[in-house]
């Protein structure tokens, strides 16, 4: 069995390692929005019946209204965007695949050893924003190949930048509602393409995917349209709030998107810890020992990293 690739989470390690309990920690590991979409009341069935069909043509109809997506592109849900990105791989058999990084790893495990350094390469996956650092590819990236994968997890702050609207024959985009809306537990993903790429990835996939649960939630949060735009207001100034902290404390932004701030400081190892000492977890690379990724706290939460930041000082 390959050891577990870096990512962030990981709270009970810290907590094993720092101590205090779960309650006390304030988790700023990850990119997943603070404020999470409200889980509406579910219907009884939704946990007792297999996933009926009507409540999956709803969730894709939302979808497609909520994205814009092409009227010659199909859509598919997957329990979590990671579930297609360990199958991207059988959509394109053989061929090899450029992942230019540092970037989200779980793509480069996918593809294993076809990953290749030659940007000719037949296909191209690409992170937008990209993870941890917020770098957007442009239109001209996007195609011109066998397949160009585009992973906008982190895209939904910010959707004049989607490269939705190139979707279909040789892009397909993938979608994660976990990020924007808050819900990761849901486990609810989506992938953008070619009929004939989402034909092969519902097969893969098999029956029924996605949870009854996830169907009604997601659903009705994609049709929830007001609560989108008061999210993404609220996310932009957070996070510039996050870099004036952030900096005030002595960490210099590097970028990142609205839901995750990176920053360069002296030594990324040792703002860790002595966050952790404060109950509050944060993420390192293992390919950079002065880059600190933050998300953002929760809003009842700012109290905790101003008060860690002031001891610092």
Known sequence: MSPPRDHGGGLDAAIARH?????EWLDLS?????????????????????PDQKAAVRLIAAARRFWNVPDDAALIAAPG?????????QMVPGLEAFIPGPTYNEHAAAFGDR?????SAP???????????GHLWV???????ELTIVDESFCDVTPAISHVSRAGERVAILKSFGKFWGLAGLRLGFLICDPAVAARMAEALGPWPVSGPALEIGATALEDIAWAQETRARLTHDATRLDALMTWGGASPVGGSALFRLYEVDDAAGWQNRLARSRIWTRIFPYSKRWLRLGLPHPDRWEQLEDSLEART
């Not at 101590?19 to 309650?23: C, D, K």
């Open 19 to 23: 101590g205090g309990t779960r309650a």
């Open 115 to 119: 990953v290749t350094v030659d940007e």
């Open 30 to 50: 990850t990119g997943i929005n603070p404020g999470p979409y409200p889980v509406p009341q579910l219907p009884a069935t939704a946990w007792t019946a297999l």
């Open 123 to 133: 296909v191209h996956v690409y992170v937008h924003p990209n993870n941890p650092d």
């Open 81 to 89: 965007a990671s579930s297609l990105i360990a199958r991207m791989p």
């Open 139 to 145: 239109a001209s990236d996007i195609g011109n190949r």
